[in-house]
């Protein structure tokens, strides 16, 4: 459901539905409401998302949101566990209106006719603070297997945000399907704007974009708009090896060019499956990783004294930003590059550095060299810079 609000000439008043009586409204947007509502025969609470047909323009957003049903009822294969699920559409002279699954309660519990009872959705989740690393990553896997299941079926989402992830049983599932498209890159540009990225057409990798964006505001729990820089909660936790894989995965997610984004909702979800294996193995309980390296210290101990060398630098991974973005970094006079030889470009997280001060430049093809000075890496772990307004002409982002 869309962020903004529409006011509609009617009173509020619940339309009269079949079968239904509608409870209260729980959510409104711009291309219709959200209320609870209870079968009149077996008394199931459901979620209802009424369109009205008698309002300005009320004719197109209808027309456009029964096609987008029909895709995706048509479209998919099979239901999958982290989309949510649609039970029955209909039409009245007044209304279009489907039937879903109602999220749980924010308090965890089910749905209620408690006058309490609120939706829970990720937005909800994450308004006060960025939530737990392993959370964020459970999240991220139900998210992106969602978007996998869907882009597998040729269609894209075109609207991937924060509200639009429910919660139904203490499982993500991602909702609305009111945009729904084929995802060939033909369909207009239609969604949040925040969340849309800043080229390319709104297809796959548009919703692996926003879906980036979403996995960041989970982690930092700063908006959107922020993207790429760490709030102070995130910065405290940042050693964490789930959030630091959950970061690489996003630069790339929400890179500007398209073709440098995954491709689609499964490559990303295979991307994170892979990263999650490593950081797992980071993560484990301490008195495991003793035990492991206990077995390798007593391997080693007879080596000890005949191969004793002074201990390696510490090394850090560290963040990169500049606006705008795509800027090659340079480190004591040297290209960084991965191990494949390729520049790294802003924003990026650079593994592995010596935790020393470093002399940092930025360099961007039809801009002079952006030089940021000395920057000691034992100390901070993000290094932004901007170039001058008058020398910066173009945008880093799209406006939200």
């Known amino acids: 459901m869309s962020d903004e609000t529409v006011q509609f000439p009617e009173d509020g008043s619940a339309p009269k539905l079949p079968d239904l009586d509608l409870l209260r409204r729980i959510g409104r947007g711009a291309y219709g409401d959200v209320w609870l509502a209870q079968n009149r025969t077996t008394g199931r609470l459901l979620a209802v998302k009424v369109v009205r047909l008698r309002t300005?323009?009320?004719a197109g957003r209808a027309a456009r949101e029964m096609k987008a049903l029909i895709r995706f009822d048509a479209g998919l294969p099979a239901p999958h566990e982290n989309l949510l699920t649609i039970h029955h559409v209909g039409?009245?002279?007044d209304v279009?209106?489907?039937?879903m699954d109602p999220a749980d309660d924010v308090s965890g519990k089910a749905a209620s006719v408690d006058p309490a009872y609120q939706p829970a959705t990720l937005s909800r989740r994450i308004e006060k603070a960025p939530l737990p690393p392993e959370e964020c990553l459970r999240h991220a896997e139900q998210l992106l297997a969602g978007l996998a299941h869907l882009h597998a079926a040729g269609l894209a989402h075109r609207d991937v945000k924060p509200s639009n992830c429910l919660f139904v049983g203490g499982k993500l599932k991602l909702a609305d399907f009111g945009l729904v498209t084929q995802a060939d890159g033909t369909s207009s540009l239609l969604g949040t704007p925040k969340y849309m990225p800043p080229k390319g057409p709104m297809d796959a990798?548009?919703?692996v974009y926003a879906a980036g964006l979403v996995l960041y505001e989970m982690f930092t729990g700063l908006p959107a708009e922020r993207f790429p820089q760490w709030g102070a909660e995130a910065l405290k936790a940042r050693a964490h090896p789930v959030l630091?894989?959950?970061?690489r995965l996003v630069l790339r997610a929400c890179q500007p060019e398209p073709e440098q984004r995954f491709a689609n909702g499964g490559e990303m979800l295979a991307a994170l499956a892979e990263m999650n294996t490593h950081a797992r193995a980071k993560s484990r309980p301490r008195w495991k990783r003793l035990a492991i390296a206990g077995v390798a210290l007593l391997t080693a101990a007879a080596l000890a004294m005949a191969l004793?060398?002074?201990s390696p630098t510490r090394r850090v991974d560290v963040n990169f930003i500049t606006q705008p973005f795509e800027a090659e970094v340079y480190l004591d006079g040297r290209r960084a590059e991965d191990g494949s030889g390729k520049p790294?470009?802003?924003p990026?997280?650079?593994p592995g550095l010596p935790a020393r001060v470093h002399r940092v430049v930025f360099k961007l093809e039809g801009l002079p060299d952006l030089e940021v000075g000395e920057k000691d890496l034992a100390a901070t772990r993000e290094v932004v810079a901007q170039w001058p307004k008058a020398e910066n002409p173009r945008p880093a982002t799209r406006n939200p």
Request: proline residues 4%; contains cysteine.
């Open 91 to 93: 039409q009245t002279d």
């Open 244 to 247: 630091r894989a959950l970061n």
């Open 56 to 58: 300005a323009d009320a």
């Open 308 to 310: 004793w060398r002074p």
């Open 344 to 346: 790294y470009t802003t």
């Open 348 to 350: 990026c997280t650079i």
């Open 205 to 207: 990798r548009a919703d």
């Open 96 to 99: 279009l209106y489907y039937t």
